[in-house]
């Protein structure tokens, strides 16, 4: 489907927030209506993720204007994770630009699980979208520069603008994940078979697996979503970390698969793009409003954050932030 984005200057028309006192206390709110769910099970396929606090949980909203509600947990820090694929989607978009990230990668879900091969196979070796771990392998390849250590500076650095403060790996998490990633190794050798990786595949993981390892806390997490909420301008650095159209293409693509096999489910019940990570922590925008981030290791069948789910929920009833709504918050 080819659309000319330049016909129309697309602006952001989703109401306002009530005041921030109001906002602090729903924050708090939604932790409580979370903490009481203890269903999932701490992450273990990557076995530095077992030792998390099963107990842990944190709530922040950020908004747009640079104010941050922060309860619980939210100064732990903890891996990054799948979540790091819409940030590096939004860096690989920023440089190349939407038609070739977007004919590279595709936006398309699978209807499978992240790491599946099957829909790899089944799509003649096409990644599909860029939430699911072949096509985030394929969109860590397509950041410019030559030599890995260039491409990998890039990346952090581009996160860490972002979060507005400097973003370093977690070394245990990163040698966890290095020495059981070889599903990652396959799919990328995987893509390299059908044409769809131009960079050596083992160079792409473990640039790939370093992004994942990113060490960041849910306040951090918080303030990333809500650059994606302002536009590309960090509400508390107020740098323009990626263009407004870049946002536009994140968010698109958070809302379709960012939630892994349950995107659908969670568009259809929350209403906002998110993307979630296995460590625990989930990111969702409500455009030009701002970012909510939540940080509880217990996940689902399908790799999400239970607590995280509820928490969301919450707030996007409790805020007026699901994007199908049509009756506007009023204060």
């Not at 259809?268 to 990570?277: H, M, R, T, V, Y």
Request: with cysteine.
């Amino acid at each position: 489907m080819d659309i000319d984005h330049s016909v129309v200057d697309q602006r952001v028309a989703t109401g306002t927030l009530p005041r921030a006192n109001d906002v602090a206390q729903l924050v708090q709110d939604s932790y409580n209506h979370a903490l009481p769910h203890r269903e999932g099970e701490v992450a273990s396929y990557i076995p530095e993720l077992a030792n998390a606090n099963p107990e842990s949980l944190a709530v922040v909203a950020a908004q747009v204007d640079g104010v941050v509600h922060a309860v619980g947990d939210a100064a732990t820090e903890f891996s990054i994770q799948s979540i790091s694929k819409a940030f590096v989607y939004a860096l690989a978009c920023h440089a190349l630009g939407h038609g070739v990230v977007r004919d590279a990668v595709g936006v398309n879900n699978t209807g499978l699980p992240f790491n599946s091969v099957m829909a790899i196979e089944l799509n003649d070796g096409h990644p599909m979208n860029s939430m699911v771990n072949a096509g985030a392998i394929a969109t860590t390849a397509m950041i410019p520069g030559q030599t890995e250590a260039v491409r990998w500076d890039h990346i952090r650095s581009g996160l860490s603008d972002f979060a507005g403060r400097e973003l370093h790996i977690d070394d245990e998490v990163y040698r966890s994940e290095s020495a059981t990633n070889q599903h990652n190794q396959a799919l990328g050798r995987l893509l390299q078979s059908y044409g769809k990786l131009q960079r050596d595949p083992l160079e792409s993981v473990d640039v790939y697996t370093r992004q994942c390892s990113l060490a960041l806390t849910a306040s951090d997490l918080a303030v990333m979503g809500s650059t994606l909420a302002n536009g590309g301008v960090n509400p508390v650095t107020k740098d323009q970390v990626v263009s407004a159209e870049v946002c536009r293409d994140v968010l698109a693509i958070m809302a379709t698969t960012g939630m892994y096999q349950r995107s659908g489910e969670w568009l259809f019940e929350i209403g906002l793009p998110a993307k979630s990570g296995v460590a625990g922590g989930i990111v969702a925008v409500a455009p030009g409003k701002g970012g909510i981030a939540t940080f509880s290791p217990r996940l689902d069948h399908a790799g999400n954050s239970v607590r995280g789910i509820h928490a969301t929920s919450y707030l996007s009833k409790a805020l007026a932030l699901n994007l199908f709504a049509s009756q506007p918050y009023v204060d």
